[in-house]
């Protein structure tokens, strides 16, 4: 469900797929790369520190976008119980 302090999921997956295809890019490098008889040991290592930057990136984006929408939902002109505060001197 999304609202107004909700991000689009179409908006997030466009703004992270780059980010997503350059680490799977690099994947499939890492695994090319590997020697005959050591794929995985020469691989494993990369592809979990790529995919665990992929991880942070993308979580961190997602918290970006929830709170610039958060923000712009936000409006000065809006009355809250702040302003009521406010209004009796509080």
Request: hydrophobic share 40%; net charge negative; charged share 25%.
């Amino acid at each position: 469900m999304e609202g107004p302090n909700h991000i689009s999921t179409e908006a997030y997956l466009q703004a992270m797929r780059q980010r997503m295809e350059s680490t799977l890019a690099k994947v499939a490098q890492a695994v090319n790369d590997a020697p005959d008889g050591a794929w995985i040991n020469a691989s494993e290592m990369i592809v979990f520190n790529e995919f665990n930057d992929l991880r942070r990136d993308a979580y961190e984006k997602a918290l970006q976008m929830r709170a610039d929408a958060a923000a712009s939902a936000f409006s000065p002109g809006r009355s809250g119980p702040w302003q009521a505060c406010q209004k009796q001197g509080r």
